[in-house]
């Protein structure tokens, strides 16, 4: 069965743009959580989605947003981008708790 | 405050030895521990999982360790292979479904031919 899908692979905004990141989870997976990774800080988590609810959510500013869909596909918005924002996101599904499964991240470049 | 430290950034290991990496939690909350090893431009894979009911699991080469009253764990590799070169990011969860992971901050594993 296909893997987790993220659009598009590489991005480079400019600061204070905005940017929206989508993410295709495996088949019938209902959970959909982001991640940020960043050198040195390894994966951070920014929120979770489980039949189109937020359900957890990282410490993250407000300009980081996120939404499912009913098909279970998610998307992530980050608005007034700042450099500090210039990291790799990554997109997680899973299916009962055993553990996720990444896409292969956008590579988001602020500059 | 880091819930999930890995205190190596990097080690190195000679194809053929043992690759012993660590990583210890603070929060006694955590029942589910899991290994995931990240190529460059790819996702983080899952490699190997173990529950705070047990104290070692093995699945080939690959095996891994937990101490609850340390709140530690490792994960050994025997025998490392150049193509285990990655980096090694260790995982932690509570006991609810669903709950996020806190992941540590990875540790850059080079094995030597």
């Known amino acids: 069965k296909a893997g987790v899908t993220q659009t598009p692979r590489y991005l480079i905004k400019t600061r204070g743009q905005q940017v929206t990141l989508s993410c295709s989870p495996i088949?019938?997976?209902?959970?959909v959580s982001w991640y940020q990774q960043t050198p040195g800080q390894g994966l951070q988590f920014l929120f979770e989605?489980?039949?189109?609810?937020?359900?957890n959510k990282g410490n993250f500013p407000g300009r980081f947003s996120g939404r499912q869909f009913s098909n279970s596909r998610s998307e992530m918005n980050v608005s007034t981008l700042e450099l500090g924002d210039s990291a790799l996101y990554l997109c997680?599904?899973?299916?009962?708790?055993?553990?996720?499964?990444f896409g292969s991240g956008t590579r988001l470049t602020v500059v | 405050d880091q819930q999930v430290k890995q205190n190596s950034p990097s080690l190195s290991v000679q194809e053929g030895r043992i690759s012993i990496l660590n990583c210890d939690y603070t929060?006694?909350?955590?029942?589910?521990f899991l290994w995931y090893k990240k190529y460059p431009a790819e996702g983080p894979t899952f490699l190997i999982s173990?529950?705070?009911?047990?104290d070692k699991n093995e699945d080939g080469r690959f095996t891994v360790f937990l101490n609850k009253s340390a709140k530690h764990l490792s994960l050994h590799i025997v025998p490392s292979q150049p193509g285990d070169s990655a980096v090694y990011f260790c995982?932690?969860?509570?006991?609810?479904?669903?709950?996020?992971?806190?992941f540590g901050p990875g540790t850059r594993l080079s094995v030597l031919p």
């Open positions: 997680a599904s899973m299916a009962g708790n055993y553990g996720y499964t």
């Open positions: 088949s019938g997976h209902r959970s």
């Open positions: 989605y489980f039949s189109e609810t937020q359900r």
């Open positions: 929060n006694s909350m955590f029942d589910y």
């Open positions: 173990i529950s705070s009911i047990k």
């Open positions: 995982a932690a969860s509570g006991k609810n479904y669903g709950q996020n992971f806190v």
